[in-house]
């Protein structure tokens, strides 16, 4: 059985790479000339970390283990915090602060020489009578594969062909974020802690934490209008960006003031927040999707990546644990995943109000213990911490 993913992010990667080790054949078709490595800093939750050692990923030396979480206002005051040290234990897995890039270079190393074509951007796929389908390409080829999964980002091209009327949509919000070596001060102290701060204010928040090797994340997100570019990664527009920022955020906690001090206009990227509505089925016949082709959701809930990891983790296996009929399997994957993701999402529009979550956090600061609420999010939000089992659609 031949297997085509088109797009190499994190989750077309890992998606490959699970099928590659119980012995599938694979060939992954990225429209870049070569991995996309931008991108800000992300949190590998415990699920995510599990299903990277389960695919040989090798996260020993990566980035920085996370062991506290701050949730704070904007003038500094602590409202909560969690100790990740006992989430993380608890499920024998580490939650870590990395680069995104880090991710897709680690998942790509360890996948066979020419698994990825690159510069092969896609443009449809169709089901063909005599069993799989056919997937088209820019340059006018085509490739015949049993299985296609569409790991195309947020405006998926198999997407668009699977459910035309259903794209993802911008939330009002951005993220203007960077990776950069802290200034000497306090920002450095905090590049070379596990703890991640989140300040929340009434017109967006700002996050920082280090993602290892002395370098430190740093994200605002404000409102925003929406782009011009056409890959949701719209570069920083040519107005000073900087300014702007520090109008929103001049005034919040010193550690504000100092990124913007440290930083320059290239350093600064935007990323806009996108949501889909979360489909109860995702593919048809041979084809799937998965990653933000099937549920785009804002980085607020710092989950992107990892359902993306958790899709191709229960993906993988249903494709090849007992070698159950592929179009079952494919539906048993969907069906397993998508009351996660719609939990995920769901939490994910509600936080994209930040008046809401500050609201909330004033409320629940002495009611409800962190570490539980955390425990909570972690585990609904994952099959692999649930030790799913796959079950073909229909049995
Ligand atoms: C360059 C880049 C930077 C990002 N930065 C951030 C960030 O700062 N913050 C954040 O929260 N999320 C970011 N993301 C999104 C984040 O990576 C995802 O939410 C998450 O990792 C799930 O990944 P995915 O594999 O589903 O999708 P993605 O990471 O979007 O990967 C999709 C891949 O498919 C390729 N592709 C797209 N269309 C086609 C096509 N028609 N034919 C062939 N290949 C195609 C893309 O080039 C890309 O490599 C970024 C994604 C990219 C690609």
Not at 155 to 162: D, G, P, Q, Y
Request: positive net charge; proline residues 6%.
């Amino acid at each position: 059985m031949k297997t085509v993913v088109v797009g190499a992010g994190i989750g077309g990667l890992a998606a490959a790479l699970g099928l590659i080790r119980s012995g599938a054949q694979v060939e992954v078709y990225e429209r870049g000339d070569r991995l996309r490595t931008g991108g800000n800093g992300v949190i590998l939750w415990p699920g995510a970390t599990g299903i990277l050692s389960e695919l040989g990923v090798d996260t020993k030396e990566f980035g920085k283990p996370m062991h506290r979480g701050e949730l704070l206002t904007q003038d500094g005051t602590l409202l909560v915090w969690t100790d990740m040290r006992q989430v993380s234990e608890a499920y024998g897995h580490d939650t870590l602060l990395v680069p995104r890039g880090g991710v897709v270079e680690r998942l790509g190393a360890a996948l066979p020489e020419g698994t990825v074509r690159f510069g092969r951007h896609c443009t449809g796929v169709r089901p063909v009578a005599s069993g799989g389908a056919l997937v088209s390409f820019a340059d006018g080829s085509e490739v015949h594969a049993d299985v296609v999964i569409g790991a195309d980002g947020f405006r998926s091209a198999l997407r668009r062909t699977l459910h035309p009327g259903s794209v993802a949509r911008y939330t009002g919000v951005a993220t203007w974020h960077g990776i950069t070596p802290p200034p000497p001060g306090p920002l450095t102290a905090l590049a070379d802690s596990h703890t991640v701060r989140t300040y929340f204010g009434r017109l967006g928040i700002f996050v920082v934490h280090s993602v290892g090797d002395g370098l430190l994340h740093w994200a605002f997100e404000g409102p925003w209008r929406p782009p011009t570019a056409d890959d949701g990664t719209a570069e920083a527009p040519r107005t000073p960006q900087i300014p702007l920022l520090r109008r929103w955020f001049g005034d919040w906690d010193p550690a504000a003031a100092a990124v913007l001090d440290a930083v320059d206009e290239d350093d600064v990227h935007v990323f806009p927040h996108a949501l889909h509505d979360v489909l109860r089925q995702w593919g048809r016949g041979p084809l799937t999707l998965m990653g933000d082709a099937a549920h785009a959701i804002p980085p607020r809930a710092g989950m992107g990546a990892n359902q993306a990891l958790e899709d191709a983790w229960v993906l993988s296996h249903a494709l090849t644990d007992g070698r159950h009929d592929p179009e079952a399997a494919l539906r048993g994957y969907e069906a397993a995943r998508v009351r996660r993701v719609r939990r995920v999402a769901g939490s994910a529009r509600w936080m994209s109000r930040s008046n809401n979550m500050l609201l909330m956090l004033r409320l629940i600061r002495r009611a409800v213990p962190m570490n539980k609420l955390t425990h909570a999010n972690v585990r609904g939000s994952s099959n692999y911490l649930n030790g799913h089992r796959f079950t073909p659609a229909g049995s």
